[in-house]
């Protein structure tokens, strides 16, 4: 884990617009931790880093698969991949989701970055203490939260195509993939 969040912009987004304070919970849906890493399933506050909130500019349980390039990137796997795009991110989502992305609304909260500690990822955040928010924004408009982030969205009918992805040097995310048409269960 890295040091406090000192310096940096965390946030979570949330559907429900009168959070007065954020209490630590379990997640939802616990995940296989390596050893010693069990506590991430256990009660937390989750938030992202402003670097990659757009990760989270979608409803709740919309299935999707965000791309970017790292340094770390292969020439073949960035021009298979990405080809010639200026999008800082690639977020895919099945066309069942589109018109709920479309319509839905959103509040960011921002917190206060005392309390967290940076995953190995550098851009979730957590804190096992009761935070209150130190600001709200409504989030009315999702294609064009993402579009302002440098996000191309991307429709398929299916996010099954892209299971090979996380054996690029893409970072390759995915998030609430159980709800994913026919996503096997457990991957």
């Not at 960035?78 to 010639?84: C, F, P, Q, T």
């Not at 969205?153 to 996010?159: A, F, G, I, K």
Request: hydrophobic fraction near 40%.
């Amino acid at each position: 884990m890295a040091s406090p969040a000192a310096r940096s912009r965390l946030f979570h987004f949330s559907d429900d617009p009168g959070i007065d304070v954020f209490v630590p919970r379990p997640v939802q849906v616990p995940s296989p931790r390596q050893p010693g890493s069990e506590w991430l399933n256990g009660p937390l506050v989750w938030a992202v880093d402003e670097s990659r909130q757009a990760t989270y500019l979608f409803p709740r349980d919309c299935p999707r698969i965000l791309l970017w390039p790292t340094s770390s990137t292969s020439a073949g796997d960035l021009e298979r991949w990405w080809g010639d795009r200026t999008a800082t991110m690639i977020a895919h989502v099945e066309w069942a989701w589109l018109a709920e992305i479309t319509r839905h609304r959103l509040y960011r909260y921002e917190l206060p970055p005392q309390s967290f500690v940076a995953l190995d990822d550098a851009w979730m955040w957590v804190s096992p203490d009761v935070v209150t928010p130190i600001g709200r924004d409504v989030v009315a408009d999702l294609p064009a939260a993402l579009a302002a982030e440098g996000v191309e969205l991307r429709v398929m009918e299916s996010l099954t195509p892209l299971r090979g992805v996380w054996t690029t040097t893409l970072h390759a995310s995915g998030i609430r993939l159980r709800n994913a048409k026919g996503w096997p269960p457990g991957e």
